[in-house]
């Protein structure tokens, strides 16, 4: 049974933090791994990746693959109370995703 | 400004009305989405329509019923819901590369409110 996982579930951190959000997945005939930030409203597209070992960055944002172990990992840098929402993975063309990770920046 | 657009925003219905929703999208895509996120839970995909082809999620309920009249269009459909079906519904659009499914990049709408009394 195919399944995205993700962790934490939810984060609490402080201004300025770095923190590092993971998902590992178990699908069939994997094609891509994208994450996305949930606020109050519909999902904002973060990263798309499908090459491993090869960083995406924006901004403060990174991302990496490890198709090997199978998992992803979200890096926010110097985190700021605008970072906090739900960040969402999801693998494949049926957008399976995770349950997400709740990040809280307080300031 | 998404290009991404979903009407209504809200909407409040009883168990025994009929209304649909609305999905327009302005990027040339050739696959459009539903999708129904629930309190606490991940997103699910309802409906896939890939070159006018529908895929659907087997554990979706009759009451909703998807229409894609043309690749820019999308509908769903509800009638006799049940207030465990009030969420929120997203629609997305992405272009899918020849007959091949790979996972593009979806944009998002900014969803319909549904609350079903």
């Known amino acids: 049974e195919d399944k995205v996982v993700q962790s934490p579930l939810s984060l609490v951190v402080h201004e300025g933090d770095t923190v590092t959000l993971n998902c590992s997945y178990e699908v069939t005939n994997f094609r891509s791994l994208l994450w996305y930030k949930q606020e109050k409203k519909a999902p904002t597209f973060l990263f798309m990746l499908t090459s491993s070992g090869i960083e995406k960055k924006s901004g403060r944002l990174s991302s990496i693959l490890d198709k090997k172990e199978l998992f992803s990992i979200l890096n926010i840098t110097a985190t700021q109370t605008g970072d906090s929402a739900v960040y969402l993975c999801?693998?494949?063309?049926?957008?399976?995703f995770g349950a997400g990770t709740r990040l809280t920046v307080k300031p | 400004e998404t290009g991404v657009t979903q009407t209504p925003r809200h909407l409040v219905m009883g168990m025994t009305n009929k209304k649909s929703l609305k999905c327009e999208q302005h990027l040339g895509h050739n696959a459009m989405y539903w999708y129904k996120q629930s309190a606490k839970k991940p997103l699910e995909l309802m409906f896939v329509y890939n070159f006018k082809e529908q895929t659907e999620n087997n554990s979706v309920p009759s009451r909703f019923s998807p229409e894609c009249p043309n690749s820019s269009h999308l509908f769903l459909h509800l009638h006799t819901l049940q207030p465990e079906d009030s969420a929120l519904y997203l629609c997305a659009s992405s272009q899918v590369l020849g007959e091949v499914r790979v996972s593009d990049t979806q944009y998002f709408g900014p969803g319909t409110r549904l609350t079903v009394l």
């Open positions: 999801a693998v494949n063309f049926d957008m399976r």
